[in-house]
């Protein structure tokens, strides 16, 4: 079955700066890949997804890349704000189930 | 928010009795998950539902059970609590190969 590894499991960034989240899957054949933000005490909440037929999408300061050939998709959040902090999870489909990574702990310190 | 409500929010159990937990729906969505969530897991699909009376299990579903006998409503049933169980549980609702939403979670304390 498909396994999905998210690093790093901890990010500390300063306001302003850049934060990069990096996943790899396992199954060739999984084709959406969503990412998610959890706050404190709430359930998940998609930020943005990208589909197997596109390298990359953007939406206002997050964007996603997905390599299919190395099996690897990232989150890149610029200009991070301390509301940015949260934990993010990963994700990987190629039917009605979602696989999920171990989630990176996200502090932005102003 | 999304129309999705789980109940409760909260509850503590002793180990051996059953318990369940209800997830309900107002979007008409025709799949239905239940997760748990642990530390250094993340989420982990314990069953779900494709439709009324249409279910299959995920990755974790031993020692759970569900059933879907209404569109808007999918319970999740511990059969007999044990403390592997404690968790967070999440419920979600979405169509296939969209991100869906998810509930506030149901924290459950089995002692």
């Known amino acids: 079955g498909e396994n999905v590894e998210q690093h790093p499991s901890t990010l500390s960034v300063q306001e302003g700066d850049s934060a990069v989240i990096k996943c790899t899957y396992s199954d060739s054949a999984s084709n959406y890949f969503p990412w998610y933000k959890q706050e404190l005490g709430k359930g998940p909440q998609l930020i943005i997804d990208i589909r197997s037929n596109v390298g990359e999408k953007k939406d206002q300061r997050i964007a996603v890349t997905l390599n299919k050939t190395a099996k690897h998709f990232s989150l890149h959040i610029t200009e991070t704000q301390p509301e940015d902090s949260a934990v993010y999870f990963c994700?990987?489909?190629?039917?009605?189930?979602?696989?999920f990574g171990t989630g990176t702990r996200l502090q932005v310190f102003p | 928010d999304a129309g999705i409500t789980q109940s409760p929010r909260h509850k503590v159990t002793e180990t051996g009795t059953p318990v369940t937990l209800r997830c309900h729906q107002t979007e008409n969505h025709r799949y239905m998950y239940w997760y748990r969530q642990d530390p250094g897991h993340g989420l982990r699909l314990i069953h779900y539902?494709?439709?009324?009376?249409?279910?299959d299990k995920g990755e974790v579903s031993d020692g759970y059970s569900v059933s879907r006998s209404k569109t808007e409503d999918f319970l999740l049933t511990l059969e007999s609590a044990t403390s592997s169980q404690t968790s967070v549980y999440f419920c979600?609702?979405?169509?296939?190969?969209?991100?869906?939403?998810f509930g506030q979670g149901t924290r459950l304390t089995v002692v």
């Open positions: 979600a609702i979405s169509d296939p190969q969209q991100g869906g939403f």
């Open positions: 539902s494709y439709g009324v009376k249409d279910t």
């Open positions: 994700a990987a489909s190629k039917g009605d189930k979602l696989i």
